[in-house]
């Protein structure tokens, strides 16, 4: 950038608005460079959380295998191994099922209430 002359009333519309254009290009790419930097940095700490978030549920899982086999066993000492693994499997089955038809409802009830809706009419109206 040239910068401005010895006096600005010497400038010409054309030079003034040249300028303008070139400090605001300039100014855009300065932003740009930021969110960029800022989105990087972002995204190399989101990794590390998530690969800490991956081995924990990995051990999560493990202790949930681990604490399903100990249950069959245990119930294995009182009646024939398949009925047990199957109690434990339906058992499962039936909180799963549960925790699923939760997570279902609690989705469907992201969408649009009464409340918002009148808000959003509200704010349509002059």
């Given at each position: 950038?040239?910068?401005?002359?010895?006096?600005?009333?010497?400038?010409?519309?054309?030079?003034?608005?040249?300028?303008?254009?070139?400090?605001?290009?300039?100014?855009?790419?300065?932003?740009?460079?930021?969110?960029?930097?800022?989105?990087?940095?972002?995204?190399?700490?989101?990794?590390?959380?998530?690969?800490?978030?991956?081995?924990?549920?990995?051990?999560?899982?493990?202790?949930a295998t681990a604490l399903v086999v100990g249950a069959v066993l245990g119930l294995s000492l009182y009646m024939h191994p398949f009925f047990a693994g199957l109690i434990v499997a339906a058992v499962l089955a039936a909180g799963g099922y549960a925790l699923a038809m939760a997570g279902l409802k609690g989705m469907k009830s992201l969408g649009r209430d009464q409340a918002e809706q009148a808000a959003l009419d509200k704010g349509d109206q002059p």
């Open positions: 950038m040239d910068g401005p002359a010895a006096d600005p009333r010497d400038e010409s519309i054309g030079d003034l608005f040249g300028r303008l254009v070139e400090d605001g290009r300039a100014y855009a790419e300065a932003e740009l460079k930021l969110v960029k930097a800022i989105a990087e940095y972002r995204a190399q700490r989101a990794g590390r959380a998530l690969a800490l978030l991956a081995g924990g549920v990995f051990l999560a899982l493990s202790a």
